[in-house]
């Protein structure tokens, strides 16, 4: 095995496999030596949802799409058509089976199963140390977590998306395929936010995922209480869970480019690549690829990528409500659906909207609180 690369990707997730992916597609790296350093040979069990257009370009990764959305939350429940996108399913082990075939089948790529021990950064490319081997790259991205920044910064608040789902089957038909539940608060608070997403893939098939945005993760065993008991509550007892899967995306703002260099750059979740008020990713991530190989193809150095914009401090501001506030989310979320257009809620998640519409969905929300947030973090960023 060659010991220098053009490329290095730590770490073979969501966010390495897009950008290869869109590598794929461009002539100009093809030839080019890269190194896959991955420690886990067998790929996560996860689910990524997004919103998108009718003529998606991931359009045949979809494990499932609907054009009707619901929301929920106590004496409240909102149907949404979707007139010109659909709210779209990829489960995570059928992606990866197409796109890494695709990777591999297309670029000189090799793929190393250790874990990285050490990234040192030399003064024209970048060290990578494993337990048995050591490699040097032009570029190198990183998408392996690294929360000691947090533990630096104890003025850093941080809350944590974490989540557990069960796939179920049920004898009976129970679901209506066509519509997914993005949000259900009408389950007990505990003074946190937390709701369930139902997504059906069929009359007697469907995700349920219990999801918190909170300051600590729960016992796996209390995810599961919470599961079954949403599920007796809902008329669900005849069923079989086909599988599940787990996770924990953190909440933040923080400044994850203060950690690039010219020639490395921290990608995915850490990299900031999740949208920090909600943890949607995938969106993200495909947004954030496509921005930075354009940039390559004009810049060599990665600190200059990954300007803020208007919407780090809504996020800023968001988080910091949902921070000392946490009880108040189901109400936020509420108010947030029930006085505004669904497109428009989506374009203003997605990074996309106008100021005229900012400002629209930012009166949606209690104007004291948030401008005492709003002054209290302008002041201290």
Known sequence: MKKEYDFIFCGYGLSSSVILFKMSKI???????????????????????????????????????WSEINFKSLGISLDFK?????????????????VKK????????????????????????????TKNHSFTASKVFNSIPNFSPYKKNSDLKMLLQHFKGW???????????KKATIMDFTIDQKDETRFFYV??????????????????????????????DYLRDNGISDYKITSNEKGVIPM?????????????????????????????????????????????????DFRKFNKKTRFWYYD?????????????????????????????????????????DDLRITLSFPKFLFTKTFFKTLFKY
């Open 27 to 65: 002539n100009y790296y093809l030839n080019k030596k890269i190194l896959i350093i991955e420690n886990r040979k067998e790929d996560v069990n996860k689910t990524w949802c997004f919103w998108d257009s009718n003529d998606s370009k991931w359009n045949r990764f979809l494990s499932k799409k």
């Open 102 to 129: 695709d990777i591999e089948s297309n670029m000189n790529v090799e793929t190393l199963y250790e874990e990285v021990l050490s990234i040192d950064h030399e003064p024209k490319n970048v060290r990578i140390k």
């Open 82 to 98: 979707l007139d010109n996108m659909t709210y779209n399913m990829i489960k995570s082990q059928d992606f990866f089976k197409i």
């Open 252 to 300: 933040t703002c923080f400044d994850y480019s203060k950690y690039n260099n010219k020639n490395l750059i921290n990608i995915g979740t850490s990299g900031g690549w999740t949208k920090p008020s909600t943890g949607y990713t995938f969106k993200f991530i495909d947004k954030k690829s496509t921005q930075l190989l354009t940039f390559m193809e004009i810049e060599n």
């Open 199 to 228: 997504l059906p893939i069929s009359s007697n098939e469907a995700l349920i995922e219990y999801t918190l945005f909170s300051k600590k993760e729960l016992n796996d065993s209390e995810y599961d209480q919470q599961i079954s």
């Open 316 to 356: 800023r501001i968001f988080l910091d409500v949902l921070y000392y506030q946490n009880h108040l989310g189901s109400h936020l979320f509420e108010r947030l659906f029930l006085n505004n257009k669904i497109e428009k809620i989506f374009r203003f998640l997605d990074n996309e909207s106008s100021l005229i």
């Open 167 to 177: 796939t179920i089957k049920t004898k009976n038909k129970y679901f209506d395929d």
